[in-house]
């Protein structure tokens, strides 16, 4: 999953919750990464067809429901794409607009063919779970604390945050939304329990061509280019309540809502409002929906303006 992972957890059975879900965190990496051999994605990608287990087959179709929801700006078949520009690999590179063109086509959730346990491709497609890969591994770190009774618990995979109960002391979580001109800082918080308040930006992956021009690693699968958005990152804040992969949906959503821009992403809230979002702007805002004006509070010593996204 290619990221720092940091897990705290309150109770008697604090310490073996923790490491079972260590265990179920690895276990999802051996069975989802795109890069090892033995994995279910792997053997997709490499044969272009593999039967795959229960849990593998259930979360391509829940990225397909993500990508047919956000109009195709979330989507796991840009893999030939992210593959070709080599951004997070010590060998990135700009490809020539005739590469990007041949490979545009390739990308779509309708290339996924999904029968049981049976995963087919098209021809020369391929698929990468990065994008909702760590919200899923949330949605398991849950229910696994969940299981163990803990009192309260604080989870880091990466931009993917969950937390549940109380701290210690008896107080809701403070999740800080990272600053993305300043990754030392933070740019405001949300007062939060029992959530899922997953980041995505351009601001921490990313590489320098010999041009001096900046590429950063979120692919817009419309272009096949790296997203210029006016957002330095979207944040997808969701309950988990009921809903078994409200980390994974959030995950999803967080990628395709900085792929849309501010507009764009005030729009699909509009039109869903099944989640609640902060938008970093890159003229210095920080936009917030309604739902999060008692959790939010507006960081010291910072210079964005903080304002609440009308109905």
């Known amino acids: 999953m290619d990221t720092y992972m940091n897990l705290a957890a309150y109770g008697d059975d604090a310490q073996e919750a923790l490491a079972a879900a ?4 690895n276990r999802l990496e051996r069975e989802l990464s795109r890069t090892i051999a033995t994995s279910d994605v792997y053997k997709i990608n490499a044969d272009g067809a593999a039967a795959v287990s229960d849990e593998t087959a259930a979360l391509l179709q829940s990225a397909i ?13 840009i893999a030939p794409l992210v593959t070709l520009w080599g951004i997070t690999t010590d060998s990135p590179r700009v490809p020539a607009q005739s590469e990007i063109a041949s490979l545009l086509p390739l990308v779509g959730s309708e290339h996924i063919h999904i029968d ?38 604080a989870v880091s995979l990466g931009g993917n945050v969950y937390v549940c109960g109380q701290k210690p002391d008896g107080s809701v979580w403070n999740v800080a ?50 997203v210029q958005s006016d957002l330095l990152s979207a944040s997808v804040i969701l309950p988990r309540g009921g809903d078994a992969l409200a980390g994974t949906r959030a995950d999803a959503y967080s990628t395709a809502l900085y792929v849309m821009g501010e507009h764009g992403a005030a729009d699909f809230w509009r039109a869903h409002k099944d989640f609640d979002m902060v938008l970093v702007t890159t003229d210095g805002r920080v936009v917030y929906t309604p739902g999060l004006a008692g959790a939010f509070h507006e960081a010291e010593g910072v210079s964005y303006v903080c304002e609440q996204l009308a109905d």
């Open 22 to 25: 260590t265990r179920e965190i």
């Open 65 to 77: 429901a993500c990508s047919e929801k956000t109009g195709g700006l979330f989507d796991v078949t």
């Open 116 to 153: 049981g346990n049976s995963v087919a491709l098209d021809s020369g497609c391929g698929v990468d779970l990065g994008g909702i890969a760590k919200g899923y591994a949330s949605d398991r770190v849950a229910e696994i604390l969940k299981q163990h009774g803990v009192t309260g618990a």
């Open 177 to 226: 939304v990272q600053d993305p001109k300043d990754t030392s800082a933070y740019a405001m918080t949300l007062a939060l329990t029992d959530t899922f308040a997953v980041t995505s930006g351009g601001y921490q992956r990313y590489f320098t061509a010999p041009d001096g021009t900046v590429y950063q690693h979120i692919l817009d699968p419309k272009t096949g280019y790296p």
